[in-house]
């Protein structure tokens, strides 16, 4: 039986050097917020004179930021390697999972399907004057607000792919923060990429 693909968001990300971890940070904090199933005391931050939910959970927000670091660092690599010019690109992926059990002959496993993913294509900006610093704030702040509104748009208007709670587990859905994701294209199923 053939797999459904679940529902990708794509969010464009906008950012210069300075506020690229908090602007990665704030969207990814938005997401879990409207798709992390325990128990949360709402909290917020400001991220660019916008105000922006937070998860406050400790095991999440390590996560998040290890790997928010980890594309600040690809980014900064892929910087100072000449491409500023041309603006420096770079992927994160959030994927939700729900655990679904599997017969085989003689035994029962359990395998995580992917219910929905969320990719953040960053761009970073390199402005040179302080005239372009401001119009990439603007910009900045006009990307993040967009973001965060395509985002609870998506969650209030996407809910009949969320798969019903069968465990009493804390988390009901593993999920996973990923750099870089290979596409699921046919040349990836080949072991072309």
Known sequence: MEQRRPPEYIIEVFADQSSVKDVVRGILHTIFFHRFFPSIRPKTRDVLDLTLPVVEDVELE????????????????????????????????????????????????????????????????????????????????????????????????????????????ANPFPYEIIINPKGDGWGTRMGLF
């Open 62 to 169: 390590t996560l998040i930021d290890q790997r928010t670091a980890t594309l600040v660092r690809q980014l900064d690599t892929s910087s100072d390697m000449g491409a500023r010019g041309t603006g420096v690109r770079g992927l994160m992926a959030v994927q939700f999972f729900e655990k679904k059990r599997r017969k085989a002959w003689f035994t029962k496993a359990e395998e995580e399907v992917c219910w929905e993913q969320w990719t953040l294509d960053v761009t970073l900006a390199t402005p040179r004057t302080e005239s372009e610093r401001a119009k990439v704030r603007k910009a900045m702040e006009a990307m993040l607000l967009k973001a965060a509104m395509k985002i609870v748009t998506t969650v209030n208007r996407e809910k009949d792919h969320i798969p019903p709670i069968t465990t009493s587990e």
